[in-house]
């Protein structure tokens, strides 16, 4: 499912109407941003609309998957499905939102989405989806379908982890005794074994995100030390020769140059496609987890990130 949805013309469309928007008002079905646990279920599920797609669908799946509901007024098994996902979305405590779609009355949404039964329901996370299902599951496979996706993306979405802690439904867990040796070589400055030790438990545990992340850190750690200054200059004279683009991100990082980075690397993807552009956007995430979640300027460049890539 994922990258086969192209929603720019949503985008456009949405874009398109926000001024009428600014001058009459919010557009029709928008609700009030998540909440914390005093909210009540109105602010994780709301109405969308082809003008509101923008913001309360690709926006907000930067902080926390979106969960999209397809359906219509003539459709039985999407008025068994979507009182399950309404009750999850208040049990979620704003882990997630549930986005509801009429595609009678938003027909763009259905045919970008590629319709073709209803009931669909499609989760998106940085502005791409990641997941769906076509039919009226039983809630507990519902209800599992979820934990999966909240489980895989807890650590690199920051709104999850901070919807969790406003519920205290989350303990911090005890320190994994499998990075202490990783840890201990990145302290001595030995990026190889460092390297190596988070691999190991990437091979053993492919989706354990903190090993990822502490191994993103670590390569980049490595290269930094190789950064070479001249790498800006080339890469500016040649800006569709991405080998010279990457190093000259690197090296803009590594003199804490965070901005220039970003945005040297989000004009890459949108001037590359095929294979070209999936690297530069894996390089690019690579660096934004070197910084906070909730950095402002790592929020910024994920919003042009998903602008560019729809």
């Known amino acids: 499912m994922a990258g086969a949805v192209d929603l720019s013309a949503l985008r456009a469309r949405a874009e398109a109407s926000r001024t009428d928007g600014r001058q009459n008002g919010p557009a029709g079905g928008a609700a009030a941003p998540a909440g914390g646990p005093d909210s009540s279920a109105g602010a994780w599920v709301v109405d969308v609309t082809e003008q509101t797609f923008q913001a309360e669908v690709l926006e907000r799946s930067l902080q926390v998957p979106v969960v999209v509901d397809l359906w219509a007024d003539w459709c039985q098994p999407c008025k068994q499905l979507s009182p399950v996902l309404e009750r ?11 986005a509801k779609i009429d595609i009678d009355a ?13 009931p669909m329901v499609i989760a998106i996370a940085g502005g791409q989806p990641v997941q769906a299902f076509n039919s009226a599951l039983p809630e507990p496979q519902v209800r599992e379908w979820l934990k999966a996706i909240i489980d895989q993306l807890r650590d690199r979405m920051p ?152």
């Not at 049990?91 to 939102?97: A, V, Y």
């Not at 938003?106 to 209803?118: E, K, T, Y």
């Open 88 to 98: 999850l979305a208040e049990e979620g405590r704003g882990t997630w939102i549930l």
């Open 106 to 118: 938003n027909p763009r949404i259905a045919q970008a989405f590629g319709v073709q039964s209803i």
């Open 159 to 310: 709104g999850i982890a901070e919807a969790e802690a406003a519920a205290g439904g989350v303990e911090e867990p005890p320190e994994d005794p499998r990075f202490i040796e990783a840890e201990d070589a990145l302290e001595r400055g030995d990026y190889g074994q460092a390297e190596a030790a988070y691999q190991r438990i990437l091979d053993a545990e492919p989706a354990n995100e903190q090993a990822k992340a502490a191994l993103s850190q670590v390569r980049f750690l490595a290269r930094a030390e190789q950064a070479d200054p001249g790498a800006v200059v080339r890469a500016d004279a040649n800006p569709d020769d991405l080998d010279a683009q990457l190093a000259a991100a690197d090296a803009e990082l590594a003199a804490d140059r965070v901005q220039e980075a970003f945005n040297r690397l989000v004009g890459a993807v949108s001037r590359a496609d095929g294979e070209d552009r999936d690297r530069v956007r894996e390089h690019l995430i690579g660096l934004f987890e070197l910084f906070p979640a909730d950095d402002t300027r790592v929020m910024a460049a994920r919003r042009a990130l998903a602008r560019a890539l729809f």
